[in-house]
């Protein structure tokens, strides 16, 4: 009933910081699998993490055109996780009526 299996998940994420762009990507990682299976899952463990894409867009702006310049940036990656996952299969339990 209990099972353990290893998959590979991509995910992308964007963000003002860096950190921002990371945890944006790696909190979606939940949604994927549970988008694509239907079992339950007890333990989603990350294994491994690469980079696929990284990409900083910079911009800048001012005030009327020409007053207060600054400068924003835009952070975007896309991931790949390796993922252990430890889960139940509800179709094998039993049901009384």
């Known amino acids: 009933m209990k099972e353990q299996l290893t998959t590979r998940v991509i995910v992308s994420g964007k963000g003002e910081t860096k950190q921002q762009a990371f ?6 990682v939940q949604p ?3 988008k694509n299976n239907t079992k339950v899952f007890l333990r989603i463990e990350p ?18 055109f ?3 310049p600054r400068v924003r940036r835009q952070y975007s990656v ?13 179709e094998q339990a039993d049901f009384i009526h």
């Open 23 to 28: 945890a944006a990507a790696l909190s979606q």
């Open 32 to 34: 994927t699998l549970l």
């Open 47 to 64: 294994l491994d993490v690469s980079v696929l894409q990284a990409e900083e867009k910079v911009k800048r702006e001012k005030f009327l």
């Open 66 to 68: 020409l007053f207060l």
């Open 78 to 90: 896309k991931l790949e996780v390796t993922v252990s996952l430890t889960l139940i299969d509800a």
